[in-house]
């Protein structure tokens, strides 16, 4: 016997109740850095709806220092039915434990559980990965790197790193590295990893800081104030950096040549000037004959929740 089908409703019939609507699906992100824990609720589309950070004391904090950090931000997921929590974390990170292995810059997260942490605050589930490594899932899926297999995602100011995307697959292993200790100076200061001359001893905001106080520049302690500052000595320490920057980002386009570098965080207050130089330091790297000229472009400031994108970006790639 064939059964008939029941033919479709687009309403209901007389005296039916009609269905509520289902609520809408969101997802949670978490970002833990030295100093700073950020939370925000996204919609599936990437819209920050809902956000709050709280800090702490990178040198001094103990792990119930950071528990209490993390208590202050999950308050934000509980008036959303978020799918999940995505944590973007500095520093080297186990994502199948769910633990922060170490970060350098603060003794209280070495082996911190923080998916255990946050997943009792919460009662979601939680997924944890290298903060680089999502910041270039983050550009991927919402930002400056939607239609592009191959490009590079870059974060500066007080966290330096980088994440690359090689024909659709983020170069880095699950938990891996963000560049900020690769070697550039055989002969550098010693950096907080114990090593000499690491990236991140030239390149991040510390480094501008301790070069403009020896420049003689001690009102102008950030790049936006060297910047305005505008005279020649302020110039000079800018592009110093803007070199220093690029030390590292010769490195990837020797490797990769990525074609794209998206500059997220510090080096938007540098100006064009500062874009200018690390664009053309790097088309200087470029290896053979025929390969795309390398772009640098810097985010907007309503781009740099990149890391957060990335972590609503893992609780999607998961559903």
Known sequence: MVRKSSPLRLVPDAGEHPAAPAAPRRLGAVELVPGRVGAAVLSMGGQVLDRTEASYDAASAAPADIDRALARVAGVFAAHEVQGIGVAAAGLVDPSAGLILEVNDVPALHGYPVTERLGALTGT???LEHRARLQVLGDRWFGAGRGRRTFASVSTGEVLGVGVLYDGEVMAPPGGRSGAHMTVSA??????CGSRGC??????????????????LGGALSLAALVERGDELAGRVVEEYAHNLALGLVNVQQLFAPGLFILHGEARE???????????RLRDAVAFAGAEQPQVLVASAAAD??????GAGLVLSHL
Not at 270 to 280: A, F, P, Q, Y
Not at 305 to 310: E, I
């Open 199 to 216: 990236w991140k001893t030239l390149a991040t905001t510390g480094w501008l800081r301790a070069r403009a106080r020896a420049a003689g």
């Open 305 to 310: 929740d990149v890391a957060l994108l990335g």
């Open 187 to 192: 002969s550098g200061e010693r950096c907080t």
């Open 125 to 127: 589930g939680v997924r």
């Open 270 to 280: 540098g100006g064009e000037r500062l874009r200018t130089v690390v664009e053309e």
